[in-house]
């Protein structure tokens, strides 16, 4: 590039001075730099974009795993039934409409996602501040004064096909209450579910929808009922539940196999490895039994008669033998 900038300038500037000859040729190198340097800086961007997706993701592109889910307030009155519920997801199996196609499950450790959280809030921070808007706080909570609490969490086994003892499907209940000192507070909040298997690391496997819990009040549990499809081993999983301030990135409370023995070491197995086992029961009628019992039957009468007959020719010999003796 020296060479060719060389060039150019001698072409040009034949007859400047030597110290105007190596000013242009400064001033061209300066512009080079000044234009490529950004096509540099963003290339490093992406770069970085991409490693970071690519941490995030990988435990997806290492396992492929699917999973149907519904969450609702579970003392609701307009609450589907159980029943109800899992028909709805298995109609949803049906359709193939999962939690990953909902974008409802994000394949991915506790510890990314929380990192996730902070970037967008950091993200929705700076573009507040560019727009002069009043800048909210987001790494606190709306209720400063207050304390959000997870009062109790417990699981249900629903279905085994296969009746190995491993479940397919399960349900998760958890009652979220908000301490203010003022019963008639509410906040609006969402969770964010776990498994480990096996002591594992927590991984994502359901978001639920925005919901509102209503101080201290017990009406207000939400439960989420799943049906693992696949990638899931036939394991023990425990359960950890995230509670969230709607628009605020740090985790308000937590509850998890730590606090319940009900979200400890669940059997559970995706549907792949729940096969229905079905008995097939097979008649075989045969003549050769029953032919074998009648030639077995007249080989004992056989020798019965046999034996009677050697019996009787002893008998009349001995008593022959009497008669010559006398």
Known sequence: MNDF???????????????????????????????????????????????????????????????????????????????????????????????????????????????????????????????????????SRSFSDGTFVIYEGYSQLIEDLDADGYFQTFSVTFDADLLTGNPHDEALVYAELYLSENGGPWIHYYSTDNFVIHGESSDDEFEVYSTLE??????????????????????????????????????????????????YYTEVHSDGGSSSAFILIIMVIAFSIRQFKFKKVISMSSLMRMKSVK
């Open 5 to 139: 900038i060389k060039q150019l300038t001698l072409k040009v500037t034949s007859r400047f001075s030597p110290i105007l000859l190596t000013t242009l040729q400064l001033t061209l190198m300066l512009a080079l730099m000044m234009i490529t340097l950004p096509s540099f800086a963003i290339e490093a961007e992406s770069a970085n974009e991409i490693e970071n997706t690519a941490s995030t993701v990988g435990i997806a592109e290492a396992k492929v795993v699917l999973s149907y889910s519904r969450g609702q307030i579970a003392n609701s009155t307009d609450s589907a039934s159980q029943e109800q519920v899992l028909k709805n997801i298995k109609q949803r199996v049906l359709l193939g409409d999962s939690d990953q196609e909902k974008n409802k499950t994000i394949n991915t450790t506790r510890e990314d996602l929380i990192e996730q959280k902070h970037q967008q809030a950091r993200k929705q921070s700076t573009t507040r501040s560019i727009t002069a808007t009043p800048r909210l706080n987001l790494s």
């Open 230 to 279: 696949q990638g899931f081993n036939t394991n023990h999983y425990d359960i950890l539940i995230d509670l969230y301030e709607e628009g605020y990135p740090n985790i308000v409370a937590s509850y998890s196999s730590d606090d319940s023995n009900s979200l400890y070491a669940l059997p559970l197995e995706s549907s792949d490895y729940d096969v229905e086992y079905v008995e």
